[in-house]
Nanobody, 121 residues
């Protein structure tokens, strides 16, 4: 069973930092790209950052230069380091992957339940 469990969210003041973690189980973590998405109330879900199996990264323009995505394949964990936070970053942050749970399964998109990040002004 594929599971993605996020942690590290919370309440922070403008200009502060948070580090989110997402622990993955149930699939071969190291061979799949991992994504962080966020969704703010009343807004569409937004792809924030992606890290590939080869450690290449991509970021949304809105977070470029402030957020850093990384992964530890030994710990099956993907991280999102967030700096210079502003109220516009307030959202539920979820990690996501498009993976096979085993060699016979079809590739599917899996989501964590998310962690709330609230940035106060």
């Amino acid at each position: 069973q594929v599971q993605l469990v996020e942690s590290g969210g919370g309440l922070v003041q403008t200009g502060g930092s948070l580090r989110l973690s997402c622990v993955a189980t149930g699939f071969t973590f190291g061979i799949y790209d991992m994504d962080w998405y966020r969704q703010a109330p009343g807004k569409q879900r937004e792809l924030v950052a992606t890290i590939s199996r080869s450690l290449s990264t991509n970021y949304a323009d809105s977070v470029e230069g402030r957020f850093t995505i990384s992964r530890d394949n030994d710990k099956n964990t993907v991280f999102l380091q967030m700096r210079s936070l502003s109220p516009e970053d307030t959202a539920v942050y979820c990690c996501c992957t498009y993976a096979r749970k085993n060699v016979l399964a079809k590739q599917e998109r899996y989501w964590g339940q998310g962690t709330q990040v609230t940035v106060s002004s």
